[in-house]
């Protein structure tokens, strides 16, 4: 028997949400699964998207073997275009995941430097030392996988992210058969997706919301508008089929949903017929009972177009009386508010709105707990590591696997950087690697830390104060009054007394001319700022002397 | 019959969450329903909390016959000492209302200033010209009271914050006779709790947790944490009721908490034993197993007793593994992140954590749509307001109102600052008044607008970049090299090249001395950072020329 490792290496997705990525390591060979990026916390002002911190890869770019990508949602790809400035090494991707990977790569610039390879599921791929077969899992797009990793230690399962849907839009369930038969080989380890673990029950099918968007469809006096993620891909075949039943004309508003609308119809995951669609122009000039738009925005960012509309900031077209949003998506944590503000405002422009709070009209593409039991009692392994989940999730699939009769000793709740190690059928823990994820801000990619933040923190609590002087070299008096800047600091015009109280207190300071001018300055306004406003501002100085 | 009109006038509560308020005005006098407070939402950065925009008495204070709060929850009482700074008119409370609200009153210095009334539910008292009869309703704080307005126009039914709950934890149900006498004597109109008017069913009672509570105190192998906010005293009330059952001794751990069961305990509605009770000191010294402590913190609040705990920072008592921590209340919406992120502290510092997700540890104080359809069938007005909730609520309210045969002409969903008309027994719209919030930061009441804190988030967004400059003022040129600070703009230390740019930049510039210098410089700094990191830091330039 060989005494290499297997070393299951998570560097984003382990107790915290988004930003998908592992590694599986044989002795020195490297697998990749997925690269995702995470949108940031409310508190992380200003960052654009995060990372995982795969320092780690780059440190031995030559081991990496392969890159798989389970499917095409950003929590799985929107890393893959930093990586692939990196490493050079061959993608794995099922064809419409490849589809929106080479969108990312194309955008990047990369595209023609990427070698990317198409596999479907049932395929069995040989990667390094690590033979992968990729089964079908239904998840909230098309094309899913989740991998057998056949290695010399033992078969891993990686669930991908997956539901247990009998009656998918696509009527391709999870491929259970497949699940029964690895179990039938032995699993050494299962690592699945953990990101419902705290919801009881069987997460309901897709089909479900057909009934909500039907009655929405008969009952819409004007125009509709579905608003959802540009990557459910479902849910424009099923508002596409309804829209048929009613005789309504569909149009894709924004690029993302056109884009992606247009690779799936390309790729043969969408079936809608041509004289089904027109062009938003058209849509504009047609009887508002005959429409329905699909657009993005259903997480109330402020820039997508529902976000615009709700605004009355759309460049192509307005939202009217008599107009039905229909908002098909749950808000991801974070989000509720500006959700909930975006609903409020497009009531407010006299639309009606139709939410998941007020009628079936999304369902979760993540198994809940009857499925996770289901999932880990088809496949029986041996080890179990829940994956895909903030820590909460992840102990709560822990407990669920342990309920279900699996050692405590051989489940292993663990956090991004925690490795875990198998040797001749047993689970350890291994080193800690450096973990933790990555800020992207504008063209930058790591230049912003914590610190950096935690300094916008403080510009934004309580603004800025400037003080600009200008002191006689030969008197040490000041030649003129004092220059005070502030922003986010206080309403200016109504803060007369406060502005001559502080170009008083600084002009005796001056004239005191106590040791450090600048940092008794500083003080003397600080103290003087905080009692009479209870605020504590950033304090600037700038001297010159003439 | 009298051409004084009867003027409903929402300040607050109406299309935005907390912070309720209203004026019932006859002819010219003024009655004040609430005065509360709101948490700022996520981008109102820096605001410590915003209150109604209460002006329009502030034109006619002398008018306001009285105040009453109907419980003595923050968003119905958190604005009541900036309101009475500035009117002298008599407050109105149940006894535990008034407790809380002369808590608030002596924070503030005002104590002694104003005039507090007693009074219990089923009582009437005379305000003006309006005989306000307080009848009892169930809410997650005891004493809570909605009103019937007797006005000489007709009856007015303000329900204040309600549940219909059968078996509340103090047995003492909502005044359904009382109600059912009003209808007999016909109700000119309803404003009722439209919080939940998105939740179908009805909201369990409070009774429902306690098999939950006890499953954690048979099963928890230490000390038991149990964070709620700090007037839910119904739950204090069940914790203390299981405590005895499983033998264990009980603290308050926190201000707020302790001083809220004080002052319940004094007044009769908390009933606890004195030999349950143990300090936190005491609580330490105890066998882990033998102690339940309950505290604050349950919405992430960073600096609440659970906050500290969860990042180890807490004074009296650390966690330690094998401690149990119960979450026993629901994230308000925008809070999610943070609750999220604390009990994935607290899993990380060992503990387990009990939250509403996997167990019915919590239940919401605020009536369901099964619920709101009773309490208009029981009142049955002529004519329906919905009040307290986003405007989304108010809609749904609305439509349920619609839907059990009220006209839509005599339904009137409005929002803060809409003002409605009853004469003759008709109603209409009225004047608009200025409604809106007022920002508190600080000691500063109104002095940070909008504009304020759109500067706060430019700050945030990106940073800043001072350049502070001595110009030599017979050359032109630069006496030394140009002083440059940025703060939340980059990691400076990892930024020589561009901060040697920007140094060269400004030097080439002051040498070209193009017109305006200063506008010449921000331009041309701001092109040139925006090109190198994507970002658009504030700029400030000083210059002085010697």
Not at 164 to 179: C, E, I, Q
Request: hydrophobic content about 40%.
């Amino acid at each position: 028997m060989s005494d290499k490792k297997l070393r299951i290496v998570p560097l984003g997705g382990l107790g915290e949400v988004g930003k998908n990525m592992m590694a599986v390591e044989y002795g020195e060979d490297i697998l990749v699964i997925d690269a995702g990026l995470m949108f940031p916390e409310n508190d992380m002002l200003g960052i654009d998207y995060i990372i995982p911190d795969f320092q780690y890869l780059l440190n031995k770019p030559k081991n990496v073997c392969g890159i798989i990508i389970t499917h095409g949602h950003e929590d799985h790809t929107g890393a893959i275009h930093h990586l692939m400035e990196q490493i050079n090494a061959p993608i794995y991707a099922t064809p419409l995941t490849r589809g929106l990977v080479e969108l990312k790569l194309s955008r990047g610039g990369l595209l023609n430097q990427v070698s990317l390879n198409t596999v479907k599921a049932g395929e069995m791929v040989q990667i390094g030392p690590f033979k992968v077969e990729f089964f079908h899992v239904c998840h909230s797009i098309p094309d899913g996988v989740g991998l057998g990793i056949g290695t010399p230690e033992g078969l891993i399962i990686h669930s991908g992210d997956f539901k247990f849907d009998h009656t998918p839009v696509d009527s391709w369930p999870t491929d259970f058969a497949k699940l029964g038969e690895f179990s039938g080989r032995g699993v050494l380890a299962l690592m699945a997706d953990s990101t419902n673990a705290d919801k009881r029950g069987w997460t309901p099918s897709e089909r479900v919301i057909e009934p909500a968007l039907d009655q929405v469809f008969r009952t819409a006096p004007g125009r509709i508008i579905v608003a959802t993620f540009a990557s459910v891909i479902s849910r424009m075949q099923q508002v596409a089929n309804i829209a048929i039943n009613h005789g309504r004309r569909m149009a894709f508003v924004g690029t993302s949903m056109t884009e992606n609308a247009r690779i799936s119809r390309k790729l043969g995951y969408l079936e809608i017929p041509d004289n089904l669609l027109v062009s938003v122009e058209q849509a504009m000039k047609m009887k508002p009972n005959e429409v329905v738009l699909m657009c993005t925005g259903s997480q109330g960012e402020p820039s997508s177009i529902l976000g615009r509309l709700s605004t009355g900031t759309n460049r192509q077209f307005d939202l009217v009386s008599g107009d039905t949003v229909v908002l098909s998506s749950h808000p991801i944590p974070g989000n509720e508010e500006s959700v909930h503000r975006t609903i409020n405002r497009l009531f407010r422009r006299g639309a009606n709105v139709i939410y998941d709070a007020i009628a079936p009209v999304h369902v979760s593409g993540h198994a809940s707990q009857e499925e996770e039991k289901l999932l880990i009692n088809l496949v029986k392994p041996k080890h179990f590591i829940p994956i895909h989940g903030e820590l909460r999730h992840l102990h709560q699939h822990a407990d669920l696997a342990r309920e279900l009769g699996i050692p405590t000793e051989r489940v292993a709740t663990i956090e991004n950087g925690h490795t875990i190690e198998f040797l001749h059928g047993n689970m350890n823990l291994g080193e800690r690697i450096p973990g933790g994820y990555v800020f992207v801000d504008g063209a930058g990619v790591g230049d912003i830390g914590p610190s950096v933040v935690r300094e916008r923190e403080a510009l934004a609590r309580d603004g800025i104060v400037l003080v600009n002087l200008a002191i006689d070299r030969n008197t040490s008096k000041l030649r003129e009054e004092p220059e005070i800047i502030t922003r986010g600091f206080i309403i200016i015009r109504d803060a007369e007394v406060l502005m001559a109280g502080m170009s008083k207190l600084i002009s005796e300071t001056v004239r005191r001319g106590n040791g450090d001018l600048k940092e008794d300055l500083r003080n003397t306004l600080m103290s003087y700022i905080y009692n009479e406003t209870k605020r504590r501002p950033m304090i600037f100085i700038t001297t010159s002397r003439e």
